[in-house]
């Protein structure tokens, strides 16, 4: 075993540090800010979990290997920040199998998940916060729930240092990865036999050949205060999906201590990853006029805050974990949707290293087709 750099603190960088250091691996972590990074599209309140994934089979059967890589990560850092909440899918207009909602039903039924078909009429009584005129259809999944990412950021990172990983604080200038190499702008050079690249949406920037595939994207979430007839029922809700072709938006009740958030599944593809994480008073209003409509009193909903994080958008949403040679391996194009994956993922990479079939095989796998790929292997 040897020496591996792991550029990024993110649910990706720390999620393949824990694997590298389980492998045997002396692990150095760079990261540019404090961690957990309050800039980091992995530190929020929370992130989701679910099979639901439209006609992404490939991506709906790898949240089960996901699931069990989330345990193992769990019991290693000694608690489990996972709420489970089910999922309600909403549509409205006509649906199709084509659309997302139905192609998610026939692909949950077609590999035995459980799902419950819900007829709009009766959504409002079993749901009360929710609005239903307007609605064609929905089905409910026990399975899924919301992962409490800052705490798993944080609880990570601090396993990490006991277990004697190296953090260095830097803002990394240029990588190397025919070497294995990172500068960074105070000067210093830090090699490794191994390196990986997580930068999240900073990552284009250092790999011109990855810019051409990915793109930085600010994403708006506002955390809500329900009214008070309403917050006992929103305390035991499932996660909300409301996904359309043209984006749509998602929800999350509030769990664990947490906050009421919704946020935009549409992607801005536009935006600096240095700029302010404060969101204006029309990207507020934005998500705001997706999401009330679907909210039964949405009058009476308080705004506690609205923000931005930063997205790193593939256009198909596929990931790209590659390697840029046999010492090195990008992670990027996560969309809203890869910190579910991390610990698999994390797994995946460090499993790689050495191994130059399973190095061949990884890229296709984590673009969501699970052929030729055995986790378990």
Same mark, same amino acid.
């Given at each position: 075993?040897? *020496?591996?750099?792991?550029?990024?603190?993110?649910?990706?960088?720390?999620?393949?540090?824990?694997?590298?250091?389980?492998?045997?691996?002396?692990?150095?972590?760079?990261?540019?800010?404090?961690?957990?990074?309050?800039?980091?599209?992995?530190?929020?309140?929370?992130?989701?979990?679910?099979?639901?994934?439209?006609?992404?089979?490939?991506?709906?059967?790898?949240?089960?290997?996901?699931?069990?890589?989330?345990?193992?990560?769990? #019991?290693?850092?000694?608690?489990?920040?996972?709420?489970?909440?089910?999922?309600?899918?909403?549509?409205?207009? #006509?649906?199709?199998?084509?659309?997302?909602?139905?192609?998610?039903?026939?692909?949950?039924?077609?590999?035995?998940?459980?799902?419950?078909?819900?007829?709009?009429?009766?959504?409002?009584?079993?749901?009360?916060?929710?609005?239903?005129?307007?609605?064609?259809?929905?089905?409910?999944?026990?399975?899924?729930?919301?992962?409490?990412?800052?705490?798993?950021?944080?609880?990570?990172?601090?396993?990490?240092?006991?277990?004697?990983?190296?953090?260095?604080?830097?803002?990394?200038?240029?990588?190397?990865?025919?070497?294995?190499?990172? &500068?960074?702008? *105070?000067?210093?050079?830090?090699?490794?036999?191994?390196?990986? !690249?997580?930068?999240?949406?900073?990552?284009?920037?250092?790999?011109?050949?990855?810019?051409?595939?990915?793109?930085?994207?600010?994403?708006?979430?506002?955390?809500?205060?329900?009214?008070?007839?309403?917050?006992?029922?929103?305390?035991?809700?499932?996660?909300?999906?409301?996904?359309?072709? *043209?984006?749509?938006?998602?929800?999350?009740?509030?769990?664990?201590?947490?906050?009421?958030? !919704?946020? *935009?599944?549409?992607? &801005?593809?536009?935006?600096?990853?240095?700029?302010?994480?404060?969101?204006?008073?029309?990207?507020?209003?934005?998500?705001?006029?997706?999401?009330?409509?679907?909210?039964?009193?949405?009058? &009476?909903?308080?705004?506690?805050?609205?923000?931005?994080?930063?997205?790193?958008?593939? /256009?198909?949403?596929?990931?790209?974990?590659?390697?840029?040679?046999?010492?090195?391996?990008?992670? &990027?194009?996560?969309?809203?949707?890869?910190?579910?994956?991390?610990?698999?993922? %994390?797994?995946?990479?460090?499993?790689?290293?050495?191994?130059?079939?399973?190095?061949?095989?990884? /890229?296709?796998?984590?673009?969501?087709?699970?052929? %030729?790929?055995? !986790?378990?292997?």
């Amino acid at each position: 075993m040897g *020496d591996a750099l792991v550029l990024g603190a993110g649910i990706m960088g720390l999620s393949t540090a824990f694997a590298l250091t389980e492998a045997g691996h002396r692990v150095t972590v760079v990261e540019q800010d404090p961690i957990p990074n309050p800039r980091g599209s992995s530190v929020d309140d929370h992130r989701l979990i679910r099979h639901a994934y439209g006609a992404a089979t490939g991506y709906m059967r790898m949240v089960e290997d996901a699931y069990a890589a989330w345990d193992r990560l769990f #019991a290693a850092i000694g608690e489990r920040p996972y709420a489970e909440t089910g999922v309600l899918a909403l549509a409205g207009g #006509a649906v199709g199998e084509a659309d997302w909602l139905g192609a998610s039903r026939q692909a949950l039924r077609a590999d035995a998940h459980a799902v419950q078909d819900l007829p709009p009429d009766y959504l409002q009584e079993r749901f009360p916060w929710l609005r239903a005129e307007g609605l064609s259809d929905a089905f409910f999944t026990p399975r899924g729930g919301v992962l409490m990412a800052r705490r798993i950021v944080e609880a990570t990172a601090r396993h990490l240092n006991e277990q004697g990983a190296l953090f260095l604080q830097g803002r990394v200038t240029s990588v190397d990865p025919a070497r294995a190499r990172l &500068s960074l702008a *105070d000067g210093r050079v830090l090699e490794g036999d191994l390196l990986v !690249i997580a930068a999240g949406p900073w990552a284009p920037r250092l790999l011109p050949g990855l810019s051409a595939r990915v793109t930085p994207s600010r994403q708006i979430v506002v955390y809500l205060e329900p009214p008070v007839e309403q917050r006992e029922a929103w305390a035991r809700a499932p996660m909300l999906l409301d996904l359309s072709a *043209d984006g749509g938006f998602y929800a999350v009740p509030p769990v664990a201590g947490t906050g009421l958030k !919704i946020g *935009d599944h549409r992607f &801005s593809c536009q935006g600096d990853a240095d700029d302010p994480r404060e969101a204006t008073a029309v990207e507020r209003d934005a998500i705001l006029s997706l999401a009330l409509p679907r909210l039964r009193d949405a009058e &009476s909903y308080r705004v506690l805050q609205a923000r931005a994080c930063y997205y790193d958008v593939e /256009p198909q949403e596929r990931f790209v974990v590659e390697p840029l040679s046999e010492h090195c391996v990008v992670m &990027s194009g996560f969309s809203g949707h890869g910190f579910k994956f991390g610990p698999v993922l %994390g797994e995946a990479v460090a499993a790689s290293f050495g191994d130059p079939a399973r190095m061949a095989a990884l /890229p296709r796998w984590a673009a969501g087709d699970a052929r %030729g790929w055995d !986790i378990a292997a």
